[in-house]
Each structure stands twice: as structure tokens, then as C-alpha cells.
Nanobody, 127 residues
């Protein structure tokens, strides 16, 4: 069974950058679309970004377009979320998740599609 392991996150000042990592364990990510979601206190979980299994399709929420970049390194079986120009409203617990989707698409804002979830990591943007 696939296991999803997250790393990265932490405290950063507004305008700063962070990179989150999402690695596969036990089974390769090769046939999985990977999504990043976040949940702020008192708010629903929202889709941030996703990337298809072949890397050819990506999605970004309007709130992060132009600031966040999702990528995948097949050799390392890892997906990254590079977050630049961070804002206080980006503060949340971030989760990565995997959806078995060998067909080359990803569901950016449908958390119910994702079968395997990472443990979550806190991102705090504050001065």
C-alpha cells in the first residue's frame, strides 16, 4: 500500500519562500496524480495545486497562481510545491495526497478523489 510522506514547512515572513516535499514510500508514485491541499483554522480544506502522473497537466487555485509551482521528480519519486511571495493568508496545514490516475489528469479541488494522504505540515506566514 502506498504511503505518502511530507516534509518542509515552518515559519516564514511575508514575502518569503518555502518548499514542501511529498515522497512516495512502499509503492512508486508513477501512476498517481498528486494534489496539495490546505486547511486553515475554522475553514474547509481547499485545493491548492495538483499535477498529473506524467507531469503534463497542472492546476493552481486562483489564490496561488503565479506564486506557487508544483513539480515532480520521477527519479526521486517526489513531488514539490515551491511557494514564493508568501502571504499571511497562506497560513494553514498543508497536505499532499495521491490519486491513482494513470490517464494524465488531476483533480485540483476534489479531495474525495485522493486515496492516500500525507501527515500534514504547518506553514505559518507571519512577521
Amino acid at each position: 500500500q502506498l504511503r505518502v510522506v511530507q516534509s518542509g514547512g515552518g515559519l516564514v515572513q511575508p514575502g518569503g519562500s518555502l518548499r514542501l516535499s511529498c515522497a512516495a514510500s512502499r509503492i512508486t508514485f508513477d501512476y498517481y496524480a498528486i494534489g496539495w491541499f490546505r486547511q486553515a483554522p475554522g475553514k474547509e480544506r481547499e485545493g491548492v495545486s495538483c499535477i498529473s502522473s506524467n507531469g503534463g497537466t497542472t492546476y493552481y487555485a486562483d489564490s496561488v497562481k503565479g506564486r506557487f509551482t508544483i513539480s515532480r521528480d520521477k527519479a526521486k519519486d517526489t513531488v514539490y510545491l515551491q511557494m514564493n511571495s508568501l502571504k499571511p493568508e497562506d497560513t494553514a496545514v498543508y497536505y499532499c495526497a495521491a490519486d491513482f490516475a494513470p490517464g494524465g489528469s488531476c483533480s485540483g479541488n476534489s479531495p474525495g478523489r485522493y486515496e492516500y494522504w500525507g501527515q500534514g505540515t504547518q506553514v505559518t506566514v507571519s512577521s
